[in-house]
């Protein structure tokens, strides 16, 4: 953990949800009113080691309930399920079965994974129960905004739902599945590595090591095609240090990086953080409204703290080249400048183009 002590500062805190980021969420219905609520699910009576199929500890486990309590978490979570993934309409819950509630006893969140089976047809998905913190709300708003990838969450006061993103584990890709890759899915896992790294790096999400972002493969015509998607968003826009926001300084992603310098000449590289920045430009300005109030409601929260602030300030001014981040006073207002550069530049280029 040599490389995490220098990078990350000391355990992230919970900061709270805002008025002005409560009414955000109001109004674009992330908002849900719930029977129950993340610190109820505390009241487990005990619980017992989940082990994965080659009988290593998951480091997740499963809790028991008595029967009353287990009875009434039991319908609230299916009411729950409802209104995550259709209209809450109750008429579904007779065909819901709650098959497990197990507890992370690793990470900051400290979440609740919940397996909801529908009877009829055995088939089963999860989501998650945690606690609500301001800077996860962004990171996972941020997502939504700006990458390929839609995210499904709600807000109920101090807990956040949020919907589980399906994909192989990078830290199990990695050791299990990368090396059986052939030379050809290497080129384009590296390209996607390459473009999920710009990602996180230009939106500011920290702390992508491998096990905090997903592999997803989709079998298309005579190839698969892999996709990254980052699963932990609690690292958004807090750190100092600009490292933690790129992959290639996490040890976990070191046969990533490896790869990408084997299979990916300078210009590629290139070309593909290009290609990202114009997609995320694309995103910004076809969601415009929505992009400044959140923005908006980031510049006028507090989710870091002064020395980190004004270490990434410093980092930024470094990196970048522009004097303009020596005015930012707050995280917001340092990933407002970095995105308007980035939207800046593609207009810029497209302008060109067109005339």
Known sequence: ??????????KKPTFPINEMLDDYLKKYKRNTKISIV?????????????????????????????????????????KIYTRLHSDGNDDAIPFLNVDAIDYCTFGNSKPFRIKIRNILNDNFTYFYVKKADASRVYGLEL???????????????????EEHIAGVPGDDFIRDFLPKCTSSEKSQIAKEFVKFKERCMVRLLGDMRSYNYVV????DF???????????????????NLKVYNLQFMKENFKMVEMVSKKLHNNSINQYKIEERSYMAKRMITSPRRTRRLIRCMKSDTISYSENIALLKKHLIQ???????????????????????????????????LF
């Open 319 to 353: 990196y970048v080249g522009d004097v303009k981040f020596k005015d930012c006073k707050n995280m917001g207002e340092l990933l407002e400048t970095i995105l308007a550069f980035v939207k800046r530049n593609y207009l810029d280029i497209s302008n060109k183009e």
């Open 38 to 78: 993340y610190d109820d699910l505390l009241r487990f009576q005990g619980s017992v080691a989940v082990f994965d199929k080659n009988d290593e500890d998951t480091l997740w486990v499963r809790t028991y309930y008595s029967e009353f309590d287990r009875a009434e978490i039991d319908v609230s979570l299916k």
């Open 143 to 161: 997502e939504h905004l700006l990458s390929p990838h839609n995210m499904n969450f709600l807000i109920y006061k101090d807990t956040l739902i």
């Open 216 to 219: 997803i493969p989709t079998h």
């Open 1 to 10: 953990m040599a490389v995490e002590k220098k990078l990350m500062s000391k």
């Open 222 to 240: 005579d190839q698969i095609i892999y996709k990254i998607r980052a699963i932990d968003f609690d690292q958004q826009s807090f750190e100092g």
